[in-house]
């Protein structure tokens, strides 16, 4: 298994350098792990896929947010494109896998929301909301960047009859991956544009780093749903 860290960009290797527990909370979860070996149970799995399909919705709104924020065309195209691409991309992987369960789209845009996807979804959104477009960037980045490095990881542990094969070769795949190297581009010349090349010395560097931190804790928390759904 590759531990490298993935070239998502500067901005990103310092982000994640300034809080490394809870990256790695996040991104060696034990649902990460046991997904990864195929023993996680399929309950967990869909329930986590459904509760998925709903933060992904609110996920697709946040990037929508993001052609309102921005601040050149430039990061007006980039963010559309992100839109297309969970629209367009990430929700098929979401649609089949539960369809193939019986479970129909229409349920899942009206499945009820856990508490743990109202955290997450809301506090990107409000990041938002209150905030610039740097707020907004940095709470959405640890979803982009941390599925990239698990389906890098993950992608050699792959056998034949995997269960969650698709899982894996959608984050680990050149579509998704590109989408990580175009989002800590787009960070980069963000954060170069507003705070100059060395955002670790701006005097609003803290505030930037807690709003990637939580974001990445929000996404350990939302592993621990998945997980609690296989367990009841
Ligand atoms: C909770 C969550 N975080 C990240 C991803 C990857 N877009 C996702 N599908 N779901």
Redesign the pocket.
Known sequence: MTKEIPNYGKTFALLRAGCEVQWEEYIEHDFVKSLGNGTLPQASFLHYMVQ?YV??VH?ARAWALGVVKAESIEEMRLCAATVDSLINK?FSLHIQTCAAQGIEESSLYTATEELETIA?TRYVLDAGLQGDFLDLLLALAP??F??GEIGLRLKDNVYSGHPYEKWIKTYSGDDFQNVCIKVGKLLDLAIASRVGDTPQNSPRWHKMQARFTKAAEL?AN?WGMGLRAGKQ
Do not use: K, P, T
């Open positions: 998925d933060y992904l996920y990430e997450y979803c982009a941390g599925y996404e939302f």
